[in-house]
């Protein structure tokens, strides 16, 4: 058993949540729970990036303050992310002054004492979308922006800034493996080597602070009120001021003792491959363990745009599913390999949720059970018996070896194969032709290869997993929602052909696990 401390990209509520942010928080919350089920001990934060001036310009264009801005936004996320079914254990908000500030600021003054801060007059490029300064060769052949297609502002102002470019031949050491015997691990290793090209090509120091002027929505420069902090120190050290850090009420167990792993999109990993690491090496904190990067998510094959109308919304994928989450879940999950850009498709999705979910998944366990409650409904589970002790050895071992590398896909890809190979036995075997002995077997064979199917589906699909589970009957049914709920331990191993033994007597009542769509 290990400890894992799992963190998302804390989200902008400038406005309302969009599927980017259900991609990474389905991702995350995939890993988080697999790594529980494992038998580690989880710490899984989320939270909202609150300050900056995009939010400022949105309050002010609405008439409202800052704080009464982010109060409305922030709570639409709270409430996406419980209706998606995310199990994070914290969810921390940059406007925290309790929380978040003394962290922050106690950080600031560690860098400024450790001479990495350094205010001067500065003439840049800032592109208000993405919160920070820009050089030309961030931006497009028509001098534009790539993320938002538009020029960025030339700003003169008087910031500090946080010298990384000292840092350069530091962090080429981290990633690859020769930093005071740390590494930062960025997955997919493309991504580690386009961060090796950026520090090849030189690295400049970034802007850490704004005129009050400016910027008045933040957290204010220790010791210097005209200055505001920009989004990097900000915002960043989210990850340990919710650990307390630096306060009285510290905690630093899931970060010193703990396997760190931050989930973050490509577009802001350069931030959190480079400053990040570097604040906390001048900071004398130990660097994160993993980076976990994922791709973008465009809808019928085009980026998402208002202008084109393809925007999917959340709520609108919801109510396609009656509010059940397990759909999307699935979807993103198995059509999106980690670190690769996806699309959504509406018939894409149609088609997985009839043809798999409700086909493969549901119809066989609503025909095994029909067929087993003809019988009385007791089962006895066909133990001892090579071929199928061989068969789900090596499924699980294949599944786990994926969850563990962060193939998400190929481990959902398990317990569908599963499914299907299941689909065809009652195909070939006809188990409603036979008698006896020889038709319970076959369909005692199929509800413990079902059961094998809800464990493996529990990480990606909870609910569904738990509703398969509870048509089972399995003995350890209601036990799977529980955050303690593990696969192996002293007494038994999940994993295992008929480990339930004798404790599993009968099943349940079948029910329709996904209703037809309308």
């Given at each position: 058993?290990?400890?894992?401390?799992?963190?998302?990209?804390?989200?902008?509520?400038?406005?309302?949540?969009?599927?980017?942010?259900?991609?990474?928080?389905?991702?995350?919350?995939?890993?988080?729970?697999?790594?529980?089920?494992?038998?580690?001990?989880?710490?899984?934060?989320?939270?909202?990036?609150?300050?900056?001036?995009?939010?400022?310009?949105?309050?002010?264009?609405?008439?409202?303050?800052?704080?009464?801005?982010?109060?409305?936004?922030?709570?639409?996320?709270?409430?996406?992310?419980?209706?998606?079914?995310?199990?994070?254990?914290?969810?921390?908000?940059?406007?925290?002054?309790?929380?978040?500030?003394?962290?922050?600021?106690?950080?600031?003054?560690?860098?400024?004492?450790?001479?990495?801060?350094?205010?001067?007059?500065?003439?840049?490029?800032?592109?208000?979308?993405?919160?920070?300064?820009?050089?030309?060769?961030?931006?497009?052949?028509?001098?534009?922006?790539?993320?938002?297609?538009?020029?960025?502002?030339?700003?003169?102002?008087?910031?500090?800034?946080?010298?990384?470019?000292?840092?350069?031949?530091?962090?080429?050491?981290?990633?690859?493996?020769?930093?005071?015997?740390?590494s930062y691990r960025i997955i997919p290793a493309s991504r580690a080597n386009e961060t090796l090209t950026l520090i090849d090509q030189g690295l400049e120091d970034v802007s850490f602070s704004r005129p009050k002027t400016t910027l008045s929505w933040g957290v204010p420069v220790p010791d210097d009120e005209d200055q505001t902090m920009y989004v990097w120190c900000d915002a960043l050290t989210n990850y340990i001021s919710g650990l307390r850090y630096f306060t009285d009420a510290e905690d630093t167990t899931f970060w010193d003792d703990a396997t760190v792993t931050h989930i973050i999109g490509k577009d802001i990993a350069r931030f959190h491959a480079l400053i990040w690491p570097s604040m906390l090496k001048a900071a004398s904190i130990k660097t994160p363990d993993q980076l976990l990067i994922h791709g973008f998510l465009t809808s019928e094959g085009e980026k998402m745009s208002k202008s084109t109308g393809n925007v999917v919304v959340p709520d609108d994928v919801l109510a396609k599913f009656n509010g059940n989450p397990d759909p999307i879940r699935f979807y993103l999950s198995h059509e999106i390999p980690v670190g690769r850009d996806g699309d959504f498709s509406w018939e894409r999705f149609e088609e997985l949720y009839i043809g798999v979910l409700s086909n493969k998944i549901g119809n066989l366990l609503n025909r095994m059970l029909t067929l087993l409650k003809k019988e009385g409904g007791s089962i006895n589970v066909p133990v001892g018996e090579g071929e199928w002790l061989e068969t789900v050895s090596d499924s699980w071992m294949k599944y786990k070896k994926y969850m563990d590398a962060f193939e998400l896909s190929k481990a959902l890809a398990e317990a569908v194969a599963w499914a299907a190979s299941g689909n065809v036995e009652m195909e070939n075997k006809k188990p409603w032709t036979l008698k006896g002995d020889e038709k319970m077997h076959v369909l005692c064979g199929i509800a413990e290869r079902l059961r094998h199917i809800s464990l493996m589906l529990l990480p990606f699909m909870p609910d569904t997993a738990y509703r398969i589970s509870k048509q089972l009957n399995v003995p350890y049914a209601e036990d799977m929602l529980n955050t303690k709920f593990v696969l192996k331990n002293n007494e038994r191993d999940l994993t295992k052909w008929g480990s339930c033994g004798k404790d599993w007597k009968s099943v349940g009542e079948p029910s329709i696990l996904f209703a037809p769509l309308s």
């Open positions: 058993m290990s400890r894992q401390y799992i963190t998302t990209a804390i989200d902008y509520p400038n406005a309302a949540p969009h599927m980017g942010h259900v991609l990474e928080k389905v991702l995350a919350d995939v890993v988080a729970r697999w790594r529980r089920l494992r038998g580690d001990t989880v710490r899984f934060q989320i939270g909202t990036d609150e300050h900056g001036t995009k939010i400022q310009r949105a309050a002010e264009e609405e008439g409202i303050s800052p704080k009464e801005l982010v109060d409305r936004n922030v709570v639409l996320f709270e409430d996406l992310y419980i209706r998606l079914n995310i199990s994070h254990d914290h969810f921390i908000r940059t406007s925290d002054q309790h929380e978040h500030w003394p962290t922050v600021q106690e950080l600031w003054k560690r860098l400024e004492a450790a001479g990495m801060l350094e205010k001067r007059r500065y003439t840049g490029l800032y592109c208000s979308g993405c919160e920070r300064f820009m050089t030309q060769r961030d931006l497009d052949e028509a001098g534009l922006c790539p993320n938002h297609k538009k020029a960025p502002e030339e700003v003169t102002e008087e910031n500090y800034f946080f010298l990384m470019s000292r840092d350069t031949d530091n962090l080429k050491n981290l990633l690859t493996d020769t930093w005071d015997g740390e």
